[in-house]
Nanobody, 126 residues
Framework: QVQLVESGGGLVQTGGSLRLSCAAS????????MGWFRQAPGKEREFLAA????????YYADSVEGRFTISRDNAKNAVYLQMDSLKPEDTAVYYC???????????????????WGRGTQVTVSS
């Protein structure tokens, strides 16, 4: 099995930054892609960013490109989401996800990921 644990959320003012971490354990050999999503109250879970574990290529949603950066640390089995220029509309629970099988294109939907963390709350005050 795979365990994903997010951390780093909190309260930040508009324009501020946060770095979220996702610690992965378990079946690391089945890690093909890692992704970050978020879910605001009353809304569907939204894709933010994905990273290919084989070549570290990345893909971002239009809503966060240029403000958010996904990265990884192999030694720590961790994935990060650096979030800059935060806005009140970025307030949500942020989730880390792992895809455990290969796919031809960057996975961008919740159905394309197999394992999920429990999330970390990010609140941006105006």
């Amino acid at each position: 099995q795979v365990q994903l644990v997010e951390s780093g959320g909190g309260l930040v003012q508009t324009g501020g930054s946060l770095r979220l971490s996702c610690a992965a354990s378990g079946r690391t050999f089945s890690r093909y892609f890692m992704g970050w999503f978020r879910q605001a109250p009353g809304k569907e879970r939204e894709f933010l960013a994905a990273l290919s574990w084989s070549d570290s290529s990345t893909y971002y949603a239009d809503s966060v490109e240029g403000r958010f950066t996904i990265s990884r640390d192999n030694a720590k089995n961790a994935v990060y989401l650096q979030m800059d220029s935060l806005k009140p509309e970025d307030t949500a629970v942020y989730y880390c996800a792992q895809r455990a099988r290969p796919i031809a294109t960057m996975p961008r939907t919740t159905d394309e990921y197999h394992f999920w963390g429990r999330g970390t709350q990010v609140t941006v005050s105006s």
